[in-house]
């Protein structure tokens, strides 16, 4: 195994599917482990990386962290135990988000429901809101809703999207 890998700056975006005949070797992550610029993390295959990020870049499911010839590390963001709650028209996703947040929850938008980390005190005044919640075991790759300004960050797949690419991190 090579020395450890020090990462300053992401170097692209993996998709999925074929990395150009190289080996993919994942970092798996928790989108709490993807809030933090600066951790020591290991891939499947025991390749210790050292991430250090400046602010304006931040950690994102598929973001490539180094690659040679043989080999891409990537972060894989894994599922997780959450709760999803899908509100029913306006003023249902306004109560619902409100508590969410009035709770200083972690919360993920997507475009017809909410997912956040399980918590049974949550789930307790979801239910007694009477929002239609359940709980399931998914990814937690929305657009996050209490992220810091300048800091809303997501990347989509694009069905033609270059495997490495710089990008723009500022708000």
């Known amino acids: 195994m090579e020395d450890k890998i020090i990462v300053s700056k992401i170097i692209g975006h993996y998709h999925g599917g074929d990395p150009d005949g190289r080996r993919l070797d994942p970092v798996l992550m928790t989108h709490d482990q ?13 390749r210790e990386i050292g991430i250090s990020l400046d602010d ?16 891409i ?3 894989n963001l894994v599922e997780e135990d959450v709760l999803e709650v899908r509100p029913f028209g306006n003023e249902e996703w306004a109560k619902i988000a409100f508590n969410i947040g009035n709770m200083h929850h972690a919360a993920y938008l997507y475009p ?4 956040i980390p399980y918590d049974s005190i949550i789930e307790r005044m979801l239910e007694n ?6 709980r399931k075991m998914a990814r937690l790759d929305g657009e996050r809703a209490n992220a810091p300004a300048g800091h809303i960050h997501t990347h989509a797949p694009a069905p033609n999207h270059e495997l490495n690419h710089d990008h723009n991190h500022e708000g």
């Open 56 to 71: 304006q870049e931040q950690l994102f499911d598929g973001a490539v962290l180094w690659e040679d010839h043989n080999v």
């Open 112 to 115: 017809t429901f909410i997912r």
């Open 73 to 75: 590390v990537a972060i």
């Open 34 to 46: 993807l809030l933090k610029p600066h951790q020591k993390v290991r891939t499947e295959a025991g």
């Open 129 to 134: 809101l009477g929002a239609p919640v359940v």
